[in-house]
């Protein structure tokens, strides 16, 4: 696994965090 692999992963999980987040907040 590459950084570049890493850092898409990472955002596109703090990215699914956030919406789960807003949608349980809602």
Known sequence: ????DFILQTKLS???????NKLIAS
């Open 1 to 4: 696994m590459t950084n570049i």
């Open 14 to 20: 703090l990215s699914t965090g956030i919406f789960f």
